[in-house]
């Protein structure tokens, strides 16, 4: 059913009783044309692009646990696209305006609110470097600008101005269309429009061998039961090292703890979405009134889903320097997603070593923002069994011929 | 939080130690002569495995030295701390030293 205004005033006045369920719970069938591991975002956008541009019907979404349950869950929901290199720049604001559009195309509200991101410059050498970045990123052309001190001032009333505040602030850089959303509406709203094009998602089936002859996929083995597919796709984001290795292959990919943290809502006071890369520490307040907090990953190898201490109390710590109002406010929740860090901290999408598998890794701290564009090019890599052209440079082959985009000074972040 | 076993300075907070990566990575004998897959799977690929991880720490604010850990990914318990160069423990099938 299609969800409109009239829909929402029907379902009001018969005491919403009578919505259908949004997807299907099928079973797993025993072939499908392509496999998607990975019931997330990128997973899911994936298989709502093949199917919707490439005509593919047949084709199973697996998920481990519940959809939209791991990174997709976990992440702050910041979409932007203010990247360096002309690589990263074209990917990511292509993805930005899939963004701006994705509720319309997907029939479900995705809660986009574009109000604008601020990275803080806390250092006048921080700031010539942002004149650089945002003048790179005019010419490509991606909108960015600078705020002087008293812009800053002006749009984030919450932020420590003093002349003596331990982090000051000298400036900052500013993308307008860059955007908060609501994660769990992604996974949904993709998952909804790849049922509703006959896409199967099977929750609660783990992936526990991948088949490969003659250096081809064939097929998988899951806890419910085996699925040939000549086509599987790979994009289970910080446990991509594991899946990789049941068909034979080592990425060059180092899985680390990201954390994040909600307070207590509070009414709105808090306009757009504001990062502080010297002491890696961002924040927004989401539509309910929380404020959400996120940070820098822990950097040693971790699969626990907790996050430490110590990097809980280094984003708390920058918090109450930067926003000495938000010091008495209570933290409901804290936690951590695994995130697939890259050498270069690009990302690694598209064909491998091995016919018919297909990778989308090495998202890092920022594969949210990626999951349209991600889904798209990755759906037309799989039925064209050649690498899009946005995604080209980013493939696994560049770790050999040795041309990274080394985007970790340019991220907008220091790692 | 981890409390980690320097084998200088004994059991230490982790907020004094930084992580080195992986351990046992063995850098091409002749670098010039290897083709540059070999040379990439040296720089680049790693094992990340979700259960025992093989790798180096520094004692980056205590003692100053690097010495390898064992520890596993999920727990983060640490089975085993040993020298640099020493190869790796033999571990039980729970995955103790």
């Given at each position: 059913?299609r969800y409109?205004a009239?829909?929402l005033?029907?379902g009001?006045?018969?005491?919403?009783?009578?919505?259908?369920?949004?997807?299907?719970?099928?079973?797993?069938?025993?072939?499908?044309?392509?496999?998607?591991?990975g019931?997330?975002?990128?997973?899911?956008?994936?298989?709502?692009?093949?199917a919707?541009?490439?005509?593919?019907?047949?084709?199973?979404v697996l998920e481990?646990g519940?959809?939209?349950?791991?990174?997709?869950?976990?992440?702050?929901?910041?979409?932007?696209?203010n990247?360096?290199?002309?690589?990263?720049?074209?990917?990511?604001?292509?993805?930005?305006?899939?963004y701006e559009?994705?509720?319309?195309?997907?029939?479900?509200?995705?809660?986009?609110?574009?109000?604008?991101?601020?990275?803080?410059?806390?250092s006048?050498?921080e700031?010539e470097t942002?004149?650089?970045w945002?003048?790179?990123m005019?010419?490509?052309?991606?909108?960015?600008?600078?705020l002087?001190?008293?812009?800053?001032?002006?749009r984030?009333?919450?932020?420590?101005?003093?002349?003596?505040?331990?982090?000051?602030?000298y400036?900052?850089?500013m993308?307008?269309?860059?955007?908060?959303?609501?994660?769990?509406?992604?996974?949904?709203?993709?998952?909804?429009?790849?049922?509703?094009?006959g896409?199967?998602?099977?929750?609660?089936c783990?992936?526990?061998?991948i088949?490969?002859?003659?250096?081809?996929?064939?097929?998988?083995?899951t806890?419910?039961?085996t699925?040939r597919s000549?086509?599987?796709?790979?994009?289970?984001?910080?446990?991509?090292?594991?899946?990789?290795?049941?068909?034979?292959?080592r990425?060059?990919?180092?899985?680390?703890?990201?954390q994040a943290?909600?307070?207590?809502?509070?009414?709105?006071?808090?306009?757009?979405?504001?990062?502080?890369p010297?002491v890696?520490?961002y924040?927004?307040?989401?539509?309910r009134?929380?404020?959400v907090i996120?940070?820098?990953?822990?950097?040693?190898?971790?699969?626990?889903?907790?996050?430490?201490?110590?990097?809980?109390e280094?984003?708390?710590?920058?918090?109450?320097?930067?926003?000495?109002?938000?010091?008495?406010?209570?933290?409901?929740?804290?936690w951590a997603g695994?995130?697939?860090?890259?050498?270069?901290?690009?990302p690694i999408?598209?064909?491998?070593?091995v016919?018919g598998?297909?990778?989308?890794?090495?998202?890092?701290?920022?594969?949210?923002?990626?999951?349209?564009?991600?889904?798209?090019?990755?759906a037309?890599?799989?039925?064209?069994?050649?690498?899009?052209?946005?995604i080209e440079?980013?493939?696994?082959?560049?770790f050999v011929?040795?041309?990274?985009?080394?985007?970790?000074?340019?991220s907008?972040?220091?790692? | 939080?981890?409390r980690?076993?320097c084998?200088?300075c004994?059991?230490?907070?982790?907020?004094?130690?930084?992580?080195?990566?992986?351990?046992?990575?063995?850098?091409?004998?002749?670098?010039?002569a290897?083709?540059?897959?070999?040379?990439?799977a040296?720089l680049?690929?790693r094992?990340?495995?979700?259960?025992v991880?093989?790798?180096?720490?520094?004692?980056?604010?205590?003692?100053?030295?690097?010495f390898?850990?064992?520890?596993?990914?999920?727990?983060h318990?640490?089975?085993a701390?040993y020298?640099?160069?020493a190869g790796?423990?033999?571990?039980?099938?729970?995955?103790?030293?």
């Amino acid at each position: 059913m299609r969800y409109s205004a009239l829909s929402l005033l029907r379902g009001a006045l018969n005491g919403h009783r009578d919505w259908p369920q949004a997807w299907r719970n099928p079973s797993l069938k025993g072939s499908y044309d392509a496999v998607i591991v990975g019931g997330g975002g990128h997973g899911l956008a994936t298989a709502y692009y093949l199917a919707k541009q490439h005509g593919m019907r047949n084709i199973a979404v697996l998920e481990k646990g519940w959809l939209g349950g791991g990174n997709t869950g976990r992440n702050t929901a910041v979409s932007r696209s203010n990247y360096f290199y002309p690589e990263s720049t074209r990917f990511f604001d292509h993805s930005l305006r899939l963004y701006e559009g994705l509720g319309r195309e997907l029939n479900f509200n995705i809660m986009l609110s574009q109000q604008g991101i601020i990275g803080l410059a806390a250092s006048r050498h921080e700031l010539e470097t942002y004149r650089r970045w945002v003048t790179a990123m005019q010419l490509q052309p991606v909108d960015a600008e600078l705020l002087t001190r008293d812009q800053v001032a002006a749009r984030v009333p919450l932020l420590n101005m003093s002349r003596r505040a331990r982090y000051p602030v000298y400036g900052a850089f500013m993308q307008k269309r860059g955007a908060i959303s609501r994660h769990d509406a992604v996974a949904w709203g993709y998952a909804r429009a790849a049922d509703a094009l006959g896409v199967d998602i099977i929750q609660h089936c783990e992936v526990t061998g991948i088949d490969v002859a003659g250096g081809a996929v064939c097929g998988l083995r899951t806890t419910q039961g085996t699925v040939r597919s000549d086509k599987v796709a790979l994009a289970v984001a910080g446990h991509s090292s594991e899946l990789a290795a049941m068909a034979g292959l080592r990425l060059p990919i180092e899985s680390q703890a990201l954390q994040a943290m909600v307070t207590e809502p509070v009414k709105p006071c808090f306009d757009h979405i504001v990062i502080s890369p010297a002491v890696h520490c961002y924040l927004s307040q989401s539509d309910r009134g929380e404020f959400v907090i996120g940070g820098g990953t822990d950097l040693y190898p971790s699969y626990g889903q907790r996050g430490s201490l110590r990097g809980t109390e280094a984003v708390l710590g920058a918090v109450v320097e930067l926003y000495p109002a938000l010091s008495r406010m209570r933290l409901m929740r804290q936690w951590a997603g695994i995130v697939d860090i890259s050498p270069d901290t690009s990302p690694i999408i598209g064909k491998t070593p091995v016919t018919g598998l297909y990778l989308s890794t090495g998202w890092g701290t920022g594969g949210y923002k990626a999951i349209p564009a991600g889904g798209e090019t990755l759906a037309w890599t799989m039925a064209e069994d050649r690498p899009h052209e946005l995604i080209e440079p980013f493939g696994l082959d560049r770790f050999v011929s040795g041309r990274l985009i080394d985007e970790g000074a340019a991220s907008g972040v220091a790692h | 939080m981890m409390r980690i076993e320097c084998p200088c300075c004994g059991l230490r907070s982790e907020d004094e130690f930084r992580c080195g990566g992986e351990s046992h990575v063995a850098r091409p004998a002749e670098p010039a002569a290897v083709d540059d897959e070999t040379w990439s799977a040296y720089l680049y690929l790693r094992e990340n495995p979700k259960g025992v991880h093989y790798e180096r720490w520094h004692h980056r604010y205590g003692c100053g030295q690097w010495f390898n850990v064992a520890r596993d990914l999920v727990s983060h318990e640490i089975v085993a701390v040993y020298p640099m160069g020493a190869g790796k423990p033999q571990l039980d099938r729970g995955g103790r030293a």
